[in-house]
T-cell receptor, first 114, second 110 residues
Framework: GAVVSQHPSRVICKSGTSVKIECRSLDFQATTMFWYRQFPKQSLMLMATSNEGSKATYEQGVEKDKFLINHASLTLSTLTVTSAHPEDSSFYIC??????????FGPGTRLTVL | DAKTTQPPSMDCAEGRAANLPCNHSTISGNEYVYWYRQIHSQGPQYIIHGLKNNETNEMASLIITEDRKSSTLILPHATLRDTAVYYCIVSGGGADGLTFGKGTHLIIQP
């Protein structure tokens, strides 16, 4: 149990385009989902907290108009990177809060912006 | 900033117990100690968490000192597949996002 999936696992796009990443909790419902990003050889950094049916809460320094988050159901949250640039290339990882206060992470999405 | 301090790397022989230390001297009374690990290019995997008491599950044991200022994660019989970066995190749990430090890169030697 407690499986979180992400799609796609890997995406390459041209500078200026938008990319959507999906995060699904497969066997449980998650009121809260989180989005992190990880640059090479660095640790995970929390980007935003996504609550079902309400606006996401963004961490300081994360542009809400660039990283659009939608949490339309208890099993799906999406992150859209708008007008992507090479500096947005990173490993994007979502997580969902479980029933015992732990978080379950997805496998991550590797974004490369050319 | 992360509220935990961990050694950057550790080695352990396969089949032996791996003991990973973590200092969290500023932990608050309502904060849990969580351990996650991340194998290269994958999402983090939850291992265990605790508040005050020692905890054990099928993956590991967590020993928390009485003053809660430090803890140790124990992998009882390390295998090569346990090679990963291990993160010790303090958090109130639930709806709180996690603040990851640099973690400990555990390398299991054959």
């Amino acid at each position: 149990g407690a499986v979180v999936s992400q799609h796609p696992s890997r995406v390459i796009c041209k500078s200026g385009t938008s990319v959507k990443i999906e995060c699904r909790s497969l066997d449980f419902q998650a009121t809260t989902m989180f989005w992190y990003r990880q640059f090479p050889k660095q640790s995970l950094m929390l980007m935003a907290t996504s609550n079902e049916g309400s606006k996401a809460t963004y961490e300081q320094g994360v542009e809400k108009d660039k990283f659009l988050i939608n949490h339309a159901s208890l099993t799906l949250s999406t992150l859209t990177v708008t007008s992507a640039h090479p500096e947005d290339s990173s490993f994007y990882i979502c997580s969902a809060d479980g029933t015992g206060s732990e978080q379950f992470f997805g496998p991550g999405t590797r974004l490369t912006v050319l | 900033d992360a509220k935990t301090t961990q050694p950057p790397s550790m080695d352990c022989a396969e089949g032996r117990a791996a003991n990973l230390p973590c200092n969290h001297s500023t932990i608050s009374g309502n904060e849990y100690v969580y351990w996650y690990r991340q194998i290269h290019s994958q999402g983090p995997q939850y291992i265990i968490h605790g508040l005050k008491n020692n905890e054990t599950n099928e993956m590991a044991s967590l020993i928390i000192t009485e003053d809660r200022k430090s803890s140790t994660l124990i992998l009882p019989h390390a295998t090569l597949r346990d090679t990963a970066v291990y993160y010790c995190i303090v958090s109130g749990g639930g709806a709180d996002g996690l603040t990851f430090g640099k973690g400990t890169h555990l390398i299991i030697q054959p």
